[in-house]
Nanobody
Framework: VQLQASGGGLVKPGGSLRLSCAAS????????MAWFRQAPGGEREFVGC????????SYADSVKGRFTISRDNTKNTVYLQMNSLKPEDTAVYYC???????????????????WGQGTLVTVSS
């Protein structure tokens, strides 16, 4: 499956942004979809993920209550709605997909076989 992330940009603290990740070349509904991010000079870290049919999500504590993941299996797209953005949310955001990842491993970047190219989110006044 090929993944194309989009929607990044510059936003002020407290603002909102919605990222999209469009998938092609696979059966989208068979993939667990996740978002990771990597800040300048930092390690790639888990942001959140959503089960194959949606409905069940998991989030990093740092974004819980501010970020929401959703998916539209009819459009082969997963979304990351980011609200109340903080400067520390500045990072390149990557979407990832895998068919075989088990739920106890969804926060592990090495569990995902497919990655998008990343989209930069900058939170600054």
């Amino acid at each position: 499956v090929q993944l194309q992330a989009s929607g990044g940009g510059l936003v002020k603290p407290g603002g909102s942004l919605r990222l999209s990740c469009a998938a092609s070349g696979g059966t989208f509904s068979s993939y667990v979809m996740a978002w990771f991010r990597q800040a300048p000079g930092g390690e790639r870290e888990f942001v959140g993920c959503i089960r194959r049919t949606g409905g069940i999500t998991s989030y990093a504590d740092s974004v819980k209550g501010r970020f929401t993941i959703s998916r539209d299996n009819t459009k082969n797209t997963v979304y990351l709605q980011m609200n109340s953005l903080k400067p520390e949310d500045t990072a390149v955001y990557y979407c990832a997909a895998d068919r075989g990842v088990i739920w106890s491993e969804v926060r592990n970047q090495y569990a995902y076989d497919y990655w998008g190219q990343g989209t930069l989110v900058t939170v600054s006044s």
